[in-house]
Nanobody
């Protein structure tokens, strides 16, 4: 079964950190540019980061998270991570990973699983 599964969300105080994981099954994440998106209630979906396929070797971030969030991948685990530091209440949202991204203008990868999305993971930043 082809799927992406996010995990690692939760409740954290302002200034805290969380690491989200995006684990793939049924296809190889290393072949794709993987985006992290978030959507807060009443707001439009925002792309926060993108990691290119292994072949291109790049990362890109939205200005709103630059310097605080870091995206990485572990090819052996077929997983992409989003390390989020210095979290603020405005970072509260449901976070999704997807086999697509616009940031960085990277090659998306093979068409076969392009556009696969995970189910989302809630991140709440509150004191």
């Amino acid at each position: 079964q082809v799927q992406l599964v996010e995990s690692g969300g939760g409740v954290v105080q302002p200034g805290g950190s969380l690491r989200l994981s995006c684990a793939a099954s049924g296809f190889t994440l290393a072949d794709y540019a993987i985006g992290w998106f978030r959507q807060a209630p009443g707001k439009e979906r925002e792309e926060v980061s993108c990691i290119s396929s292994v072949g291109e070797g790049g990362t890109a971030y939205a200005d709103s998270v630059k310097g605080r969030f870091t995206v990485s991948r572990d090819n052996a685990k077929n997983t992409v991570y989003l390390q989020m530091n210095s979290l603020q209440p405005e970072d509260t949202a449901v976070y999704f990973c997807a086999a697509e991204c616009d940031l960085g203008d990277y090659d998306p990868g093979p068409l076969l699983y392009f556009g696969t999305w995970g189910q989302g993971s809630q991140v709440t930043v509150s004191s």
